[in-house]
C-alpha cells in the first residue's frame, strides 16, 4: 500500500467521522478511531482514485397544479388546518434534517450541510427547481417563513438556517434542548407572531440511536422513546396554533446495502457498527428500528397529545417499510445518496418530502408506509382539505362539526356572539364530546 493513499484515506475518514460526531465524547470519539483503524487494515489500496466516489448533482423540482387551499378564516382550530392556514415552518433532528452534503458532488471531510435542500425544511429556489415541504406550502402561501436557505457549516446556527435547528450526529437525547432552543427562537424572531401563527414543526431523529444503540445506553429504545416525548411535550406546552409532523425511523441497517465503493465501505462500516454483525446480531438495527417505529407510533396517537384544540402532534409512517432505490438492474441506486453513502442527496431529500406531504394528508391508520421514489405530489382532497390528525382522522368527524354548525345557526339572532361563528371557531374537543 502506497504511503499517500494511505495517509490520504486516513486524513478523510478520521476528519469526517469526527465531524459527525461532533468531538462532544471523548468516548465515542475513541471509539470511532478504532473501529477507523480496524476498517482501514482490511484494505489495500493502489491509489488515491479509489477513495474518491464523484457524481453528478441532479436537482429534482416538480410541476404544480392543485388549486388554492386556504381557509376563508384563520382556523381556530387545528384539526381544520390548510395548507394555505400554515404562516412558518421549522425543524428539529440530526444530519438528515440539516441535508449534511446533500449537494456534494464527492467525498469530503469539510463537506457542507445543504439546509437550503432540507425535506422538511428547505426552501432554496422554487418547488419546479427543488421539491421540499417548504417549497409546497409556499405554493399555498408565499409569505411562510423560518425555511433554510443555502450552505451551513455543520455544528453552527448561521442566520439562514431560520427554525432548522437540527445539528449534524444529533441522537434523541438531544431533541429536548432542541426543541427549547426552536422555542425560544420562534419567541424571540419578530417576523413571528408567536401566539396567532400557524407552525408546521417536523421532529425526525434516530439513525444515529439505531447505529450505536447496541453500543450507548442513551440509545436503548426506552431512552429513545422518552427524549422524544419530553421533546414533543416542551413543544406542545409552549407552542400554541402548531401541527408537528413525527416522522417515523427508516430502517438503517439498509446502509450496509450501500456498500462497494471504498469509502462508503468504511464508513458505513464506522459509522453503522451495529448494522455489522460479529459478536451483535446482524438483524439488531432492523429490530431495534422495529420497536423504535412501533413505540413512537403508539406514543404519539395514544391521545396524549390531544388535549388541546390549537396542538397536534401526528404520526408519519412512510419510512416504516422504505427500501433502498434500485436501478433496474437491482443495483442501488446511489443518485439518492451522498458520495460517503450515509446521507440522502438532494433527489433522496426530495423522495422523502414528496413521501412526507402525501402521508398529511392520508387519514391517521391509513397512511402509506413506504413510498415510491416516482410517486408525485398530492393534491389535498376537495372533500377534505385539512391536514389529517388523530382527531380528524376519526370516521364522522366532519358530519359533527356540520351539525354543530346547523345549529348555531339557528340560535336565535339576538345572540350576536354565536350566530358570528363559524365551524373553525369551535373547540372541536368539546363538540366530539357532546354529539353521538
Not at 226 to 248: M, S
Amino acid at each position: 500500500m502506497g504511503t499517500l493513499p494511505k495517509y490520504f484515506l486516513l486524513v478523510l475518514l478520521v476528519s469526517n467521522g469526527l465531524l459527525l460526531t461532533q468531538c462532544r465524547s471523548s468516548n465515542r470519539t475513541a471509539d470511532y478511531l478504532l473501529k477507523i483503524q480496524k476498517e482501514f487494515e482490511k484494505y489495500s489500496i493502489n491509489s488515491t482514485e479509489e477513495l474518491l466516489v464523484s457524481r453528478n448533482v441532479d436537482k429534482v423540482g416538480s410541476n404544480f397544479d392543485c388549486p388554492a387551499s386556504v381557509s376563508p378564516t384563520v382556523p381556530k382550530s387545528v384539526h381544520l388546518l390548510r395548507p394555505g392556514d400554515i404562516k412558518v415552518v421549522g425543524a428539529i433532528g440530526d444530519s438528515l434534517t440539516a441535508a449534511y452534503a446533500a449537494g456534494a458532488s464527492s467525498f469530503s471531510p469539510l463537506n457542507f450541510e445543504y439546509p437550503g435542500e432540507a425535506a422538511s425544511i428547505g426552501g432554496d429556489k422554487t418547488l419546479e427547481e427543488i421539491i421540499t415541504l417548504p417549497n409546497i406550502f409556499r405554493k399555498y402561501n408565499s409569505h411562510l417563513y423560518g425555511y433554510s436557505t443555502g450552505l451551513s457549516v455543520p455544528f453552527t446556527q448561521p442566520f439562514n438556517k431560520r427554525f432548522n435547528l437540527a445539528i449534524s450526529g444529533s441522537y434523541a437525547s438531544e431533541m429536548p434542548e432542541q426543541a427549547r432552543n426552536l422555542v425560544r427562537s420562534m419567541k424571540n424572531d419578530p417576523t413571528v407572531d408567536f401566539e396567532n401563527d400557524w407552525k408546521f414543526i417536523t421532529v425526525f431523529i434516530g439513525g444515529n440511536d439505531l447505529c450505536s444503540g447496541c453500543l450507548y445506553v442513551e440509545s436503548s429504545t426506552e431512552q429513545y422513546i422518552k427524549f422524544l416525548e419530553k421533546a414533543i411535550q416542551i413543544l406542545h406546552d409552549e407552542c400554541p396554533r402548531t401541527f408537528v409532523n413525527v416522522v417515523g425511523i427508516m430502517q438503517a441497517g439498509q446502509v450496509m446495502e450501500l456498500q462497494g465503493p471504498l469509502i462508503c465501505n468504511l464508513v458505513t462500516s464506522a459509522f453503522c457498527p451495529c448494522a455489522l454483525g460479529g459478536t451483535i446480531p446482524q438483524h439488531f438495527v432492523y429490530l431495534k428500528a422495529r420497536e423504535y417505529q412501533r413505540l413512537l407510533r403508539t406514543s404519539i396517537e395514544s391521545g396524549k397529545y390531544d388535549d388541546k384544540d390549537d396542538f397536534a402532534a401526528v404520526y408519519q409512517s412512510f419510512l416504516e417499510d422504505s427500501e433502498i432505490p434500485r436501478l433496474p438492474n437491482g443495483d442501488v441506486d446511489r443518485s439518492f445518496f451522498t458520495p460517503e453513502c450515509f446521507h440522502l442527496s438532494q433527489k433522496g431529500q426530495a423522495a422523502q418530502s414528496t413521501a412526507n406531504w402525501n402521508n398529511l394528508f392520508e387519514p391517521v391508520g391509513s397512511k402509506d408506509t413506504s413510498y415510491d421514489t416516482k410517486e408525485t405530489i398530492n393534491c389535498p382532497s376537495q372533500d377534505f382539505p385539512y391536514l389529517y390528525t388523530n382527531v380528524n382522522s376519526k370516521p364522522g368527524f366532519l358530519a359533527k362539526i356540520q351539525i354543530s354548525s346547523v345549529v348555531d345557526n339557528q340560535i336565535p339572532k339576538t345572540n350576536t356572539t354565536s350566530m358570528s361563528r363559524q365551524p373553525s371557531d369551535h373547540d372541536i374537543n368539546t363538540i366530539l364530546r357532546r354529539l353521538p
